[in-house]
């Protein structure tokens, strides 16, 4: 007798299941199981509560985005779950579905950022989890291929709003942006190459406390084509294809010991200026806001590239290669908060490795936190096709 009733239930659900956008998911006889759904809650019957349901990111939607080119989206969550590149600690594999997990409490009840004084999720923005790029276990080369074809599958789609208007990307279009969570910190080469697709040589912002503009020589040796390309020589490999801007990159929260002093040498032959983790005890977090501005500007178009070890190991100890003297989360959050003006058209989180976690899930819910803060900064922005540069076009 009541199952007619759980049948409308769930097609009442799917067939609303189209947005991020407040709405009302469910009905029927049951609804009234169902109290304590909050906006943008979209997963489905079992989700009445933020430890329940299928884990997305932030609770968005999830779509398979790359199963289907129907699917729109302005802001896709994707995972690359890629970890072959590693020097020291694996497992970078399991970091989109780690982050998934530490995201669960984001939805819940509040959804609106305080400080930059918008809701991601009732907003005019489609924000979808878009699930994660299949990628070989067995062969990097391949691997990496697969993710740059991933990428650009997702980013070259027309995006669910202003479609028909002018973008920064080439050929005057507009395009959705994607946030990549990682994988070591190797899935950069592929995506800058899909960026480079569809915008030309970009300016990069990179947070990180190591360079990773190595030569291959220096890092990691070269005993075959495949090893010399890893999470420590991607910047390299990037600059040396053209992929980056030379006029405008910058590291920040950069502590690693070096080879020697030559690798500065070649990190400016990559085209990056440097902020060091600890300028933060003399110049604060606005200082180096100012820094970071100074370089990029707010109308260039910008990838940001954030590997979870810029975080000191106390708030993130869960990562490949831990380094000490990093900045707190309250700190990281707070510079991310005063770039909220950059033009940021694409993001990536890497080398959280969550077998390394606490049992509290410190490293997997700071990465969440931060990817947070990039949404927030995307919608607050806009469509990327209210910010064109006029030189560009
Ligand atoms: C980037 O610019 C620097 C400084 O002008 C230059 O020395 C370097 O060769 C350039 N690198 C590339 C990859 O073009
Ligand atoms: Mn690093």
Not at 223 to 232: D, L, R, V, W, Y
Request: net charge negative.
């Amino acid at each position: 007798m009541h199952i007619p009733s759980l049948l409308s239930l769930g097609l009442a659900t799917a067939a609303a299941a189209h947005s991020n956008h407040a709405q009302k998911v469910l009905e029927g006889p049951l609804e009234s199981l169902w109290y304590n759904r909050v906006p943008g809650d979209d997963r489905g019957a079992g989700a009445e509560s933020v430890f329940s349901g299928i884990t997305t990111f932030g609770s968005l939607p999830y779509r398979p985005c790359l199963a289907s080119d129907k699917i729109k989206y302005d802001i896709a969550f994707m995972g690359a779950p890629f970890d072959t590149g590693t020097s020291y600690r694996p497992g970078a594999r399991f970091g989109p579905n780690g982050i998934r997990q530490g995201s669960r409490r984001l939805p819940l009840i509040g959804t609106y950022n305080v400080p930059l004084k918008t809701n991601p999720y009732n907003n005019w923005a489609t924000v979808l989890d878009c699930g994660d790029i299949p990628v070989t276990p067995y062969d990097s080369a391949h691997a990496l291929q697969q993710i740059e074809e991933g990428h650009y599958q997702l980013l070259s789609r027309e995006p669910a709003t202003h479609a028909d208007k002018e973008g920064p990307a080439l050929g005057g279009r507009t395009l959705p942006r994607i946030i990549t969570m990682g994988g070591d910190h190797t899935i950069t080469l592929p995506l800058l190459r899909s960026i480079k697709r569809a915008y030309g040589p970009i300016s990069v912002i990179h947070f990180d406390s190591h360079l990773d503009t190595w030569r291959p020589k220096v890092f990691g040796g070269s005993p075959s084509e495949t090893a010399k390309i890893n999470h420590g020589t991607y910047f390299w490999y990037a600059a040396e294809e053209g992929l980056l801007r030379n006029d405008s990159n910058i590291h920040a929260g950069i502590r690693t010991r070096l080879s020697g002093p030559s690798d500065l040498d070649d990190d400016g032959y990559c085209g990056f200026e440097i902020v060091e983790a600890r300028d933060i005890d003399k110049i604060g977090t606005d200082g180096i806001v100012k820094r970071i501005l100074d370089r990029v500007g707010t109308t260039n178009p910008v990838y940001l590239s954030i590997d979870i070890d810029t975080l000191d190991p106390a708030f993130a100890p869960a990562t490949g290669t831990p380094e000490t003297g990093g900045w707190s989360t309250r700190e990281f959050r707070a510079i991310l908060q005063g770039l909220q003006d950059l033009n940021l058209v694409a993001a990536d989180i890497v080398e959280v490795a969550p077998a390394y976690d606490t049992n509290a899930e410190q490293t997997t819910m700071a990465a969440a936190d931060v990817l947070f803060e990039i949404m927030t900064m995307m919608v607050k922005k806009g469509p990327l096709s209210q910010f064109i540069p006029a030189a560009e076009l």
